[in-house]
Nanobody
Framework: QVQLVESGGDSVQAGGSLRLSCVAS????????MGWFRQAPGKEREGVAV????????YYADSVKGRFTISQDNAKVTLYLQMNSLKPDDTAMYYC?????????????????????WGQGTQVTVSS
């Protein structure tokens, strides 16, 4: 059973930075693509970034491109999301997820329904 545990959420001022972490267990290395999602109150869950199986290729939503970076450690145990130049619109609960997806390198790969396993989330609040 795949288990994902996020951490690193906090309250920051606009323009600040945070790094989220997601520790993964219970799966074979290189089996899943890993994604970060976020959900603000009253809004649908939104895909933010994905790192494809193998770890060499990434894709980002336009809303975070150039500001956020998704990465994994060499052992592929921990997934990261480095968030810079944060804006109040980035305020949300952030989730990591794992899924077996056939890459299209498009927003199609950021659909929540494509991912099978989810963490419990970590809250990010950005104040102006």
């Amino acid at each position: 059973q795949v288990q994902l545990v996020e951490s690193g959420g906090d309250s920051v001022q606009a323009g600040g930075s945070l790094r989220l972490s997601c520790v993964a267990s219970g799966y074979t290395y290189n089996t899943y693509s890993m994604g970060w999602f976020r959900q603000a109150p009253g809004k649908e869950r939104e895909g933010v970034a994905v790192i494809y199986t193998g770890g060499g290729v990434t894709y980002y939503a336009d809303s975070v491109k150039g500001r956020f970076t998704i990465s994994q450690d060499n052992a592929k145990v921990t997934l990261y999301l480095q968030m810079n130049s944060l804006k109040p619109d980035d305020t949300a609960m952030y989730y990591c997820a794992a899924g077996r997806i056939a890459p299209t390198y498009s927003d199609y790969d950021l659909r929540a329904g494509a991912y099978n396993y989810w963490g419990q989330g970590t809250q990010v609040t950005v104040s102006s």
